[in-house]
Structures are given as C-alpha cells and as structure tokens.
C-alpha cells in the first residue's frame, strides 16, 4: 500500500502510513501478553464446546481436514526447502571433499590474483573474442567460484579456521566478479569491503582465543556447546557473523544492495549467483556458530557432544 501511495506522489501520506502502522504494532505487541492471559482464563471458567454440524458431503469434510493438516506442517515448507536447496549442496560435498582444503586455498588465491591484477579484456579484443563477452564470461566463471566456496564453508566438518576462511575469500570474490560485469566505484567496493575485514578480523581473532584458552582448535563435526563457558566469545563470534552476512551493523549491509543494484534487468545468471551467494553465506555461518558454540555442554573439551542432526 505504501508503494503505491509513493507512486501516486503521497510522500505525506505515505509518513503518517508508516508511523502509524508502527504505533499500531507497537501497542498490539506491549498489550498482546494481556490480551493472551485474558482469553486463556476466560476459556478456562467458561469454555463450552462448539456443536459440531454434519459434514454435507464427506469430500468437504476431508478437504477442511487435507487443509488443516497442511497448514499444521506449515504446507511442508521445511521438506521443500530441504529437499530443493538443501539436499543438492549435500550431493556437491562428494565432489569438492576430494581435493585437499590447502590445495582448494591455493586454487582460490590465484583465481583471486589472476582476476585482481590480470585484466586482458579491459582495454581491447584479447584472442578474437569480443570484450563484453569476455568480461561477462570471466564475470560468470568468478560467480560460479564464489558460490562453490560458500557451498565449501557450508559442507565443511573439519577445521573452523578453513569454514570462516571459505566465506571471507566467497565474499571477496562476490565483489570482484560484479566488478568484472560492471562499473563500481572506490566508495561502494569500500562499503562493501569495510565490513567484511572488520567482521572476519573479529571472528579469526576469536577463533585464535578459543584454541589458546581449549589447546585445541574445536572442529565441526560435533556440537561443543561453548557458550555455557564462553559467553563472551560466542556473543563477538555470532556478531563477526552477522557482520559478514550483511546483517545491518557493519557497512557490508549497505554495500550489498549497492552491488545487487548494479546487476542489470534480465541479467539472470548473474543474479541468481550473487543471490545464493549471500543465502548460503548466512546459512554457513550460523551453522558454524551453532557448531562451536550450542550443543550440549561438556566439562572436558577433549570429547565433544556426538552429532544427532
């Protein structure tokens, strides 16, 4: 409603909409628990059973039941998501476990400083091959690696350092294969960069206290549960988190809707790449957190908790 109050030029309008819709969310929340109280008591002292009617046929007695059941299990949201998304980047850990983490890092840091200070397609035609296609091409293949790490973080039960490691250099590779397709300025990369080195200093730093304060660096193949003794640690982990994520408290936030912007209309690939790019690298770095620092507690850290999901 208040785009379409924008579009029709009610700039007004569209203040007193938002400030009232929030006074009125507001008040529903403070007076919700009252509210609950009320009717629960109510229906304890006064509740009478609803009759209930014969069906009129049996097929729209089982359709009302199909409906509630569905909307129980929420129309099995979970099951898609997990069987769509899910379920495929479990598969693709068969095909990136096999190579070494110190060969895939080698890998990515040359495909990084190839794309950085390697750039044939910029200036004139390279080989034969017209300059837009290159660098839409080169654009692409670097899209496709930046995902391929995130789905590396994502699928990694080894070593912390390397999962965190994986979404720093996906990350990093996100910016440089939109800077590949398009034009962006000092200012925007910055944007988007400040926030990154920020948010992954914190967590390296964090990781460094854990292994010194555990003499052993925690894995992720288990649940630690190090919150209960670290509670500190955990909570600048989980915001070094967000941080890379694009949560709103480091100016990475900002600049990926900046380099989402640039990506042009019908430009399908490239945004669908950069899309589950940034899904995954949430997803990544929660599953971490909850890794390292949920679980059940032990008083030794030499065993951790067995993995039950």
Known sequence: MMFMEIALGLHSLVLIHFVGNALLRTYQLLVSPSVVTYLIRDQFYHFEPKPVAPAKSRWVHRLKSSLYLLSLKEWNLDHLIFSVLLSPLKRLKKILNPIPNPLFLLMTTMIMLLSTFWLPFEKAE????DNDFARSATSTALGIWALLLMVKAYNERGSVVYGWTWILLGNLLVLRSTQWRV???DTEAALFLGGIILSSS???AVLLLLRAQLKQMPDLNAYWGLIHTKPTLGFFFLMSGLGMSGFPI???????????????EGDFVMATLLALSFVLNGISIIRMYARVFLGHHQKSYLHSTPQTL
Do not use: C
């Open 183 to 185: 034009e962006i300025n």
């Open 126 to 129: 390279w080989a034969g091959v």
């Open 250 to 264: 480091t100016t990475t936030f900002l600049g990926q809707d900046l380099l989402l912007s640039h990506i042009e």
């Open 202 to 204: 914190v967590g390296y």
